[in-house]
């Protein structure tokens, strides 16, 4: 990790390690990748206004997140199958976040199941769901994130249709893996992955385990996705969630203003201004330039979270510059896993927190409440 110094680095070595229909599952997005390619392009134009000569030597990151203190605004973001990146990803991943002082979303889609993840860590997570048309077992589903002390809960709200990736047909991507002829080639060269999957708790989604028929053996995830996911979802049925799950809920997906303002009065705590890190609708504006306008629209009214192309501290900076209160990272905090487990995600967490400090230091900043459109450039 020594010679590790950006996220770009951490890419590489997941690239290297992980059999490439699981590294192209994270790094890829959906058809063309416009909106994927975007996300990073718009945050990059956006530039910094250099101060001098201000005292920076009290620079500080902590701040809070829906009222709980975190080390920096950072969250790691619901990711699909981080258990087939490394062996018990999850685990690995939640507990790089909590040794940083931040929290970790597990997604619906894991390997690993919320039980396991809780047996595994000290300290509360938050979990993501994705709702099925089997609402009995949406219902159980929230249940168990309730029994298991989940501090929040993200309802993501941009795939009750999914938009096709094609590296993922291309590739044959299976769960559980599918050891044929052509992927063993591949596997062969990638012994320190086969070795973690094969120690690793589980080979497929741990949520769903047991209680999901198909689950046991998804040939094509897109298309068991497409079978299961309610395609009805709509505003009532946040209602429905609310009367079941008492604690802070978070809505993930929104990219325009009149859904901000729909989601205010909904009795969600906070927004993720996202388009699911260019992964669904291709064409999407990217989640950066939309972000102004729905922060200041809905702003006062609830927490603003924000991801998509975040991959520098440079880049979370711009996102609080533009009305963010905190970040999410996806595919950053991935290619961390991928490359070296939970070494690999504490490296990108501390990679980012440097960057960020830099900035703030460079633009005259000591914390992060002061940072607003002032540090940008006009
Ligand atoms: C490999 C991968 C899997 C993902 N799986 C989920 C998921 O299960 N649930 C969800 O709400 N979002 C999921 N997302 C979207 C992320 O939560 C997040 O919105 C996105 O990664 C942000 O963009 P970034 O990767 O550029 O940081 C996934 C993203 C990636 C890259």
């Not at 507990?95 to 300290?123: H, L, N, W, Y």
Request: charged share 20%.
């Amino acid at each position: 990790m020594k010679h590790v110094t950006c996220i770009e680095d951490l890419r590489l070595l997941h690239q290297q390690r992980v059999p490439k229909a699981f590294f192209d599952y994270a790094d890829r997005g959906s058809y063309t990748e416009d909106t994927l390619r975007a996300n990073s392009e718009k945050l990059q134009e956006i530039k910094f206004r250099q101060r001098i000569l201000v005292d920076v030597s009290k620079r500080d990151l902590s701040t809070t997140i829906l009222g709980e203190p975190a080390s920096m605004p950072l969250v790691l973001a619901p990711v699909g199958l981080l258990g087939m990146q490394h062996g018990d990803g999850e685990i690995h991943a939640c507990r790089a976040a909590q040794a940083a002082g931040i929290p970790f979303t597990q997604s619906t889609m894991s390997i690993c199941s919320i039980e396991d993840i809780a047996a595994a860590v000290d300290k509360p997570f938050w979990f993501q769901l994705y709702v099925m048309k089997d609402r009995g077992f949406i219902k159980a589903l929230i249940e168990r994130a309730i029994a298991a002390k989940c501090s929040a809960l993200v309802l993501t709200v941009d795939l009750q249709v999914i938009g096709q990736r094609h590296q993922d047909i291309k590739n044959g991507m299976t769960v559980p893996p599918e050891w044929s002829l052509s992927k063993l080639v591949d596997f062969a060269s990638k012994p320190s992955w086969v070795a973690g999957i094969m120690r690793g708790k589980r080979k497929t989604f741990g949520n769903l385990a047991g209680h999901l028929k198909i689950s046991e053996d998804i040939t094509s995830l897109s298309t068991w996705i497409n079978s299961q996911f309610d395609t009805t979802l709509n505003w009532k049925d946040v209602d429905w969630i609310r009367s079941i799950w008492p604690g802070k809920l978070i809505l993930k997906g929104i990219l325009d203003t009149e859904d901000a303002e729909i989601a205010a009065k909904s009795g969600a705590q906070a927004i993720v201004v996202s388009n699911h890190g260019g992964r669904q609708l291709d064409g999407a504006p990217s989640s950066i330039e939309v972000l102004p306008e729905i922060a200041d629209s809905v702003g006062s009214q609830l927490e603003i979270m924000f991801d998509g192309g975040i991959r520098t501290g440079m880049d979370i900076m711009r996102a609080l510059a533009l009305g963010a209160k905190s970040c999410m990272i996806g595919r950053a905090y991935a290619y961390g896993l991928g490359a070296a487990g939970q070494e690999g995600v504490a490296k990108a967490i501390d990679v980012l927190a440097k960057e960020l400090t830099t900035t703030m230091g460079l633009c005259g900043v000591n914390t992060i409440a002061e940072i607003d459109d002032h540090v940008l450039a006009v």
